[in-house]
């Protein structure tokens, strides 16, 4: 499933932030995950009133001179996987 530009990725219910800001894990029902890099990133923009072209604006700003289209295709990669996961929820 395609995200559409207006929506507005968020945390599923049941998931939540923990371990350290060094360390930050992403709690869900059926277990975590350790974020890094541009996985948190992403993530820590999707808080449910940013819309996905306002996410990626912001991480074209952040990662400034990579490939939009790239920056694109990744993000909606990673989000998908984690909508799949039932992570996020993407409205």
């Known amino acids: 499933m395609a995200i559409a530009e207006n929506n507005k990725p968020t945390l599923a219910s ?4 923990g371990g350290t800001p060094e ?3 992403l709690l869900f029902p059926e277990g975590a995950i350790r974020v890094k890099g541009t996985g948190l ?3 820590g923009l999707c808080d449910g009133h940013r819309s996905f072209s306002e996410i990626l604006a912001e991480l074209q700003v952040q990662y400034f001179g990579a490939d939009a289209r790239r920056i694109r295709e990744d993000a909606e ?3 998908e996987q984690l909508q799949e996961k039932r992570i ?3 409205r």
Request: net charge neutral; proline share 6%; aromatic share 12%.
């Open 77 to 79: 990669r990673f989000l």
């Open 23 to 25: 360390e930050p894990v």
């Open 14 to 17: 049941g998931c939540r932030w």
């Open 88 to 90: 996020l929820d993407i």
């Open 41 to 43: 990133a992403i993530l």
